[in-house]
């Protein structure tokens, strides 16, 4: 079964890959690895999730606000291999950063969702190294942001 065909069956609707709002790109591929820029969670309809994990927003929604981020960063990957998911060999690792208070600990968890996305479309390729970083802030606001390094085929 292809990554594509997964994705179909797992019944999950991918975003639209967007493209960078800053001086920077989305996507760099550097030898056979593929760097994705940090990918904002936004929701299904395109609205920020905002607001700080452990005030604002629980560590569930969290971990839903990091699995949006998953779903960009899948967005990303595919559209830089012109489509074809398959050209994935693996991911190598995550980092997730959160928007949380001082006191808030659960960081992991919250990238979770984006690491169990990951894992769940690219299967054993999907496994990676990952580091779940508390901060004061993040861009716009919003509660999560993921990157990614892939290594292709």
């Known amino acids: 079964m292809t990554i594509n065909n997964k994705i179909e069956e797992l019944k999950i609707i991918l975003p ?3 493209d960078p709002v800053g001086s920077y790109v989305a996507t760099k591929i550097v030898g056979k690895l593929l760097y994705i820029s940090g990918q904002i ?15 604002e927003l629980s560590a569930d929604e969290g971990y839903v606000a990091a699995k949006r981020c998953g779903l960009s960063i899948v967005s990303q990957v595919k559209t830089a291999c012109n489509g074809d998911l ?25 990238i979770n969702g984006a690491s169990d996305l990951i894992s769940l479309i690219f299967g054993e390729a999907g496994m990676h190294t990952r580091a779940a970083v508390s901060t004061n802030s993040l861009p716009l606001g919003v509660s999560v942001e993921v990157d990614a390094i ?3 085929n």
């Open 150 to 152: 892939f290594e292709l």
């Open 16 to 18: 639209e890959a967007k």
């Open 41 to 55: 969670s936004v929701d299904e309809n395109g609205k920020l999730i905002k607001g700080k994990i452990g005030k």
């Open 86 to 110: 398959s050209r994935v060999k693996s991911c190598v690792k995550l980092t997730g950063y959160v928007n949380s208070t001082d006191d808030f600990i659960e960081q992991p968890k919250v």
